[in-house]
């Protein structure tokens, strides 16, 4: 994981699209309770077979030094935050189809 920020930071994209979710949607692992329906066997995990409370060092640094131009119902376009002001410029919400 401290590679993904690793290359992210040797290239830091003008903009990264996200969900307005907590930590923009992404979690360490399968979002799902993975199981397994083999013929002679069968068995399912109680709990999913992510960690909710894992911190992402890439998103992290998303956190840190991006902000929301414009959303898209849940879909949120981030682009590097901008000096000045308490909250740099403000975004829009696109409600028409483009």
């Given at each position: 994981m401290q590679k993904d920020l690793e290359l992210f930071e040797r290239r830091e994209p003008k903009f990264v699209i996200g969900n307005n979710w907590p930590n923009l949607g992404a979690v360490y692992g399968p979002t799902a309770y993975t199981a397994c329906a083999f013929p002679a066997?069968?068995?399912?995990?109680?709990?999913?077979?992510?960690?909710?409370?894992?911190?992402?060092?890439?998103?992290?640094?998303?956190?840190?030094?991006?902000?929301?131009?414009?959303?898209?119902?849940?879909?949120?376009?981030?682009?590097?935050?901008?000096?000045?002001?308490?909250?740099?410029?403000?975004?829009?919400?696109?409600?028409?189809?483009?």
């Open positions: 066997v069968a068995w399912k995990l109680s709990q999913p077979a992510f960690d909710g409370a894992k911190s992402l060092p890439v998103i992290s640094h998303i956190q840190a030094y991006y902000e929301p131009k414009a959303s898209f119902g849940d879909v949120v376009i981030y682009g590097p935050r901008q000096t000045g002001g308490l909250y740099g410029t403000s975004y829009r919400t696109v409600t028409e189809p483009l």
